[in-house]
């Protein structure tokens, strides 16, 4: 299957993300966490958007197009992919489609979970990630076994550099500005899931499951 994850930040598509390209057996790509990488790098795209991301700034179009094509376009792609965060923009949504025609291929479904504004404040405040391998938390809704310590490779949690409150009130403001558009693009495509990202994680994966006509338990 060929999807996308939409949403607003916090709403869950990582979370939800790691569990259903696992169950569906698809690539999970995700913009935020390629640039994440390339910072940690220290690489030229890494240089490129750093500055954009510490302010909850989109990176500009021309850059997450190109790294996004270059990832669809590898050979584990071929029978579907998991897309986090991208597209962000009607470009992009725009270039998506464009790539994909080229290749006689479509999108089967977009997934857009959604969460009110006051709720996503709590996630994003209270989120910690895994230094070493990016799984992520949260102190009260989805706390690791050990305070501070991740359940899987044991290493410290730390705080995204963007989830500071400025930069969350920033990147909210921008997700309504550019991203929010394509929930229309996408409904009068035929392609939009409506999720109702208020109930708990495992509930959230059992909805998007039905959503895609799946029997999840
Ligand atoms: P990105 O990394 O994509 O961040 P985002 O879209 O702001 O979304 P988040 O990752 O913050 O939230 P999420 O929906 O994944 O939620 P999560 O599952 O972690 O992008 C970062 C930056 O990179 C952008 O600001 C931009 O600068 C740049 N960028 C990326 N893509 C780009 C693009 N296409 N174009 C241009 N620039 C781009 O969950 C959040 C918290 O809530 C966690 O603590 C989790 O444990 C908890 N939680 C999850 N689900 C539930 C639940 N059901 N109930 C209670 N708590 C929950
Ligand atoms: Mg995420
Ligand atoms: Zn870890």
New binding site residues.
Partial sequence: MRLVLL?P????????AREISQRLAIPHI????M?REAIKGGTPLGRQ?EA??KD????PDEV?IGLVQERLARPDCRDGFLL??????VA?AEALDAWLAGRQEGLDAVIDIEVPRDALLE??T???VCRQCGA???VR??PPAVEGKCDICGQDLVQRA?DTEATVSR?LD?YTGQTAPLINYYRQRSLLKEID?R???PA?TLAIGRALGRDWQ
């Fill in positions: 949403g930040p916090g709403a869950g598509k990582g979370t939800q995700s913009t935020g966490d640039f958007a954009y991301i909850g700034r989109l990176v997450t986090d965060g991208f597209p962000r923009t992009q996630r994003l209270g989120r910690r992520t938390y949260h809704y989805n963007d990147r921008v990202g109930q708990d994680i959230v």
